[in-house]
């Protein structure tokens, strides 16, 4: 729609302008710190940080059926910068002006709602998210955008010209801070760090393509992080793990979309999201409270965050029923193929603990709560869910293992609506289902393949074909004639079809 043709009272809000006054501010020692110069840790403290808007209650002069609207209206202006997640501009990074935003096609995911059978099965109407959606095919360029259109910001106010973006990742990370990084590949130059062997194929050639220096460090995710924050205290780099806490911030576009898409009436909804470093769950609570917050939503959503058995630091802290004896310790973490959660020791888990509370504290809370599943759940579901039509990663798989778990151990009940995080593209995990398919998952996977879920491509070699094709052979017309009917009538056979009627 042309700007000229909104209403009146949206007309004046639809291009927002640069706003708010937004700090750091350390969890542990409250410390707050201007956001001029990239900051990832409390130089007091070490502990992480958040960003918080000190002028949010500017918001708040507006009602919250006022930011409804300006947000639903604001999905028909065609201005790139207001296209992906900064469609929600004041609640992100106000601070940022509309001509430094990177727009690379993120956010805006499609919900899917599973079929009956689906629902059938696990016993409840839910949707998938799919985040698989994405530019570089996971969740991660939410919080990309954010922090790449922010460090374009200050290189263009502060006239950098050679910037390093720097990542540890389980390799959903690394694709989508080079992708960001190659767009502005005239100021900023990305290296990722990835633990070896433990990435795929597909995730490893995401930032080989868009130009990265790829650095294979031998060990898991939780030794990459601790070389790269090394390498952040003591050179010059822009990190861009989720220790950024602009990261978060992107990535709360995600709970303002799953508001949106229900006409933000969120009782009765369960949003579901894997763990890993934990900064997804930060955000997604942290969004919904901002929502809340504002009067944009009434009811907040109940929340449950999903880990498999062999990387569970978070579902063992909350374990502990009495709070006063919570502690929270580090796991060593097992081969798991929801991979990219395979994590023991979360960096956000200081976020975690601070946000459940406000989150359970919130007027008639609904809960946050963390399962546990199993890997061999995990990738039944994800193979369940993709033969009923959706897109899953295995991560995706976790969300749905959990959303069953949730509703066996009475965390949800019959009437409750699921919305699932598909945190990746089934595509870029493929390799699992691969393995599964073949009988040749490593055993500490602890995965014993159902037949019925198995499926394998079959070879035709029709019986009495001489030659066949092949590229640069051509075959006689009889010869070809022949090919192609035999192999017609061997395929006809394998799959029991019957022949049609001669026509009258
Ligand atoms: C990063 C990632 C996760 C885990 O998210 P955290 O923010 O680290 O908890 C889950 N699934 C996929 C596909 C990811 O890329
Ligand atoms: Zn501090």
């Known amino acids: 729609m042309r700007a000229g043709e909104f209403p009146d009272e949206i007309r004046s809000h639809l291009l927002p302008r640069t706003s708010g006054d937004l700090i750091y501010r350390c969890l542990q020692c409250d410390e707050i710190f201007p956001i001029e110069n990239l900051l990832y840790t409390c130089p007091g403290c070490k502990s992480v940080l958040m960003i918080d808007d000190r002028q949010l209650d500017r918001l708040k002069e507006f009602p919250g059926p006022f930011w409804r609207s300006l947000f639903d209206y604001r ?70 955008a954010c922090a790449l259109s922010y460090l374009n910001y200050l290189v263009r106010r502060q006239g950098l010209t ?83 806490a602009w990261r978060i911030l992107g990535q709360e576009s995600y709970s ?23 900064g997804n769950i930060t955000a997604v609570m942290g969004g919904f409270l901002k929502l809340f917050d504002l ?33 929270f310790r580090a796991v060593v973490v097992r081969p798991s193929v929801a991979q990219a959660a ?11 603990i601070r946000l459940v509370e406000t989150y359970e504290q919130a007027e008639t809370s609904p809960g946050v709560f963390v399962v546990q599943v199993s890997e061999q759940e995990i990738m039944d579901c994800q193979l369940i869910a993709n033969r009923n039509g959706h897109i899953a990663c295995t991560q995706g798989g976790e969300c749905l293992a959990g959303l069953r778990r949730a509703l066996q151990e009475g965390i949800v009940a019959q009437g409750e609506v699921g919305v699932l995080d598909a945190t990746a593209h089934s595509l870029k995990f493929a390799g699992f289902q691969e393995s599964y398919f073949a009988n040749e998952l490593d055993s500490e996977y602890e995965i014993i393949p159902k037949q019925e879920l198995k499926n394998v491509p079959s070879l035709i070699e029709a019986p009495g074909v001489e030659r066949l094709p092949r590229p640069g052979i051509t075959l006689s017309p009889e010869e070809f004639k022949n090919f192609v009917e035999a192999t017609a009538q061997e395929i006809a056979r394998q799959l029991g079809l019957k022949t049609k009627e001669p026509e009258s």
């Not at 050639?205 to 898991?220: N, T, Y």
Request: with cysteine; proline share 7%; hydrophobic share 40%.
């Open 342 to 352: 395979m994590i023991g020791n979360p960096v956000s888990m200081p976020r975690v």
């Open 256 to 278: 303002f979309e799953v508001a949106q898409g229900f006409d933000y009436e969120l009782a009765g909804k369960v949003v579901v999201v894997p763990i890993g470093n934990a």
């Open 75 to 144: 999905k028909m202006i065609n201005l790139p910068a207001l296209k992906g997640i900064f469609l929600f501009h004041e609640l992100i990074a106000p601070v940022i002006p509309l001509d430094d935003i990177i727009y690379l096609g993120e956010g805006h995911t499609p919900m899917v709602r599973a079929n009956e059978p689906l629902q059938e099965w696990v016993g409840l109407d839910f949707y998938f998210k799919n985040d698989g959606q994405n530019p570089s095919a996971s969740f991660k360029d939410r919080g990309m």
């Open 162 to 244: 050679e910037v390093l973006s720097i990542c540890a990742s389980t390799g959903d990370t690394s694709a989508a801070a080079a992708l960001y990084s190659a767009y502005m590949s005239q100021t900023v130059k990305s290296a990722v760090l990835l633990p070896h062997k433990k990435v795929t194929p597909q995730q490893i050639s995401q930032p080989l393509g868009s130009g990265a220096r790829v650095f294979e460090i031998p060990g898991v995710f939780d030794d990459c992080m601790k070389v790269v924050e090394h390498l952040a205290d003591h050179y010059h780099v822009a990190l861009l793990n989720s220790k950024n």
């Open 295 to 327: 009067g944009v939503i009434d009811t907040l959503p109940k929340i449950i965050g999903v880990q498999s058995e062999h990387a569970d630091p978070v579902y063992r802290y909350y374990q502990e029923a009495d709070l006063s004896k919570r502690v």
